[in-house]
């Protein structure tokens, strides 16, 4: 459960691709260049980092503060003391690196290490899986007849544990394994972690890529200027113009699936693996544009997956920040292929199986691991029983093949329970609410009805004959009907979401993806003069807020 699930109104995420990050950033910028020493420089982005975090959690400051001093503890957010298990999170590992250079025997290094991970993911565990385990718990009880009587905690997800807990494990892993020497600048460590490119939704960068950058104070005349502005632009047109036009699609198919032929389920999955791409690549893209436009360097997280040959190869293009961290913190500490052949596909299954919980609590995430990590598994087998072997017609198929894989494992990782309201008409399910198909008018709040766990539907609270909001289908419901289309292409009803423009944008978006993958379209900008770019630039800015959505949406990735 997100915190956007607790409340009707709550505090709007900072977007990057928003007007007031503009001005935000503009002012981080001019202090931060501003300031002469190192020191006060990575004190500063400390600060702001913190700040801008912060305010994921309490709104509008000149609202929250005055409430908070006046001790107007309803009036504030749900969550809004969530910011401080970030400086937990940074205090503990402090200590724990600390400890562990400093312990005298391997027995006391790996207790502090333990601690670390015991901790960390205790409380990574604990807000993010604690609803997932009161829900199956509650259901399990209603399929025996039972009527749970505890009153539910109200846990929700703070923005960003995945990456800041899995970000700080990294350095207490890295010092016991002696890869790196621990810190003993808390200043250094607590700036590392909470960096505000990058704390809510990654790259999960590496304490030992990233502490080694805090020690010299950053230049300016080292900053690419124009290839900054050239990635962050291109980051909010892949959010702002494709990723969010290509939402609407998506949603509206799979609010209701049943209603449409197998037309329809082909462009919505195409478009979602164009939203989910563009989303979170254009996100990466802004961080490190941002990133290096204060001179520091974060992780490449994507590197044209869709263009993989196999399985493997996707993993390696896509998420390497946390593809890479499961290969080298998980896979490889449960002994990876030093192994029988039984041992390697359980360390493979686990990789994956545990890769799908951190994206979500779901049996859908699991699902999606799952499929990820059986597809691991066939294409290592394949890779050995074909050792020196070619085959002519994998040129051609490799590519589609995995990118069909790729499609279907999609699925579930999108597909959620579908809907209908009291007059039989599909409703879109939102973190904070139910919409109507058309016109995403609010139908409710959560805290007006009640969920039965046996059924799914939602009912007046306190009356759980008024049945307001019927559940049609689960999430397997779901993704078994998208499936019977994209495998047996079969229609599952007459209705299209199908329109030209849609499919010209898809086109136009895989054509440009691989001008991009080769190459060709990387090198031509910096070798035009000043004001030609900057001419260029401006119309690009000017076609792009113009073809962007009214509203934004928040990235898909803040929710992990």
């Known amino acids: ?30 202090v931060h260049w501003a300031l ?72 006391g290094r790996k207790r502090w290490v333990l601690i670390s991970l015991f901790i960390n993911l205790g409380v990574l565990g604990f807000f993010k899986y604690y609803g997932f385990f009161e829900e199956n718990v509650r259901a399990v009880f209603a399929w025996l007849g039972l009527t749970p009587t505890w009153e539910p905690l109200k846990v929700f997800l703070p923005y960003g544990i995945s990456f800041y807990t899995f970000q700080s494990l990294s350095y207490s892993i890295e010092v016991y394994r002696k890869h790196l020497p621990a810190e003993r600048s808390f200043l250094n460590l607590a700036f590392f972690i909470a960096f505000f490119p990058q704390v809510v939704a990654g790259p999960i960068v590496r304490a030992v ?24 632009f291109i980051g909010f047109v892949k959010k702002a113009c494709i990723a969010d036009t290509l939402a609407g699609i998506v949603d509206t198919y799979f609010a209701a699936p049943q209603a449409y032929n197998c037309f329809s389920a082909w462009v919505a999955i195409l478009s979602y693996a164009g939203q989910i791409y563009c989303d979170f690549s254009g996100y990466s893209d802004m961080a490190t544009a941002v990133a290096r436009l204060l001179g520091y360097e974060l992780t490449v997280n994507f590197s044209f997956p869709y263009f ?58 699991v699902i999606w691991g799952a499929a990820h990590g059986i597809a691991l598994i ?119 979401v199908v329109k030209n423009a849609a499919v010209a944008l898809l086109a136009a978006l895989a054509l440009v993806h691989w001008f991009c993958a080769r190459g060709w379209m990387s090198r031509w900008w910096r070798r035009i003069p000043d004001y030609a770019y900057a001419a260029l630039m401006g119309v690009g800015v000017s076609l792009a807020l113009y073809m962007k959505p009214v509203v934004y949406k928040a990235f898909i990735y803040f929710q992990f």
């Open 1 to 30: 459960m997100t915190l956007a699930q607790a409340l009707p109104e709550l505090a709007k995420p900072i977007l990057f691709v928003e007007f007031r990050f503009v001005w935000i950033f503009a002012i981080i910028f001019l």
């Open 36 to 107: 002469r020493t190192n020191t006060l420089r990575k004190l500063w982005l400390l600060v702001a980092s913190h700040c801008f975090y912060g305010c994921f959690f309490i709104g509008d400051p000149f609202v929250f503060f005055p409430n908070l001093f006046a001790g107007a503890w309803d009036k504030l957010p749900i969550g809004w003391w969530f910011p401080s298990l970030l400086w937990f999170s940074t205090a503990m590992d402090y200590i724990v690196g600390v400890r562990i250079e400093d312990a005298k025997s391997d027995r």
């Open 209 to 232: 890529t990233f502490l080694p950058q805090t020690i010299k104070k950053t230049v300016w005349a080292s900053v690419d200027v124009r290839g900054c502005l050239t990635l962050f």
């Open 308 to 365: 993989s040959r196999n399985i493997t190869e996707f993993w390696r293009r896509w998420h390497i920040s946390l593809s890479s961290w499961l290969r080298d913190y998980l896979y490889i500490s449960l002994g990876g292929n030093r192994g029988s052949k039984l041992f390697t596909w359980r360390n493979l299954m686990l990789t994956m199986l545990l890769g799908g919980l951190w994206h979500g609590a779901s049996w859908a995430f």
């Open 378 to 496: 066939v294409h290592r087998e394949w890779t050995r029983a074909t050792a020196g072997k070619t085959f002519a017609v994998m040129k051609w198929i490799a590519m589609p093949l995995t990118f069909y894989w790729v499609l279907l494992t999609w699925v579930p990782f999108r597909a959620n329970d579908t809907f209908v309201n009291a007059k039989n008409q599909p409703v879109r399910s939102l973190p904070d609410g139910f919409y109507e198909h058309q016109g995403d008018k609010l139908l409710h709040a959560k805290a007006d009805l009640a969920r039965a766990p046996l059924t799914g539907d939602w009912h007046t609270k306190g009356k759980p004959e008024e049945i307001v909001i019927r559940k049609v289908s689960g999430g397997f419901g779901t993704s078994a009907k998208v499936w019977g289309s994209l495998v047996l292409f079969q229609d599952n009803g007459r209705k299209s």
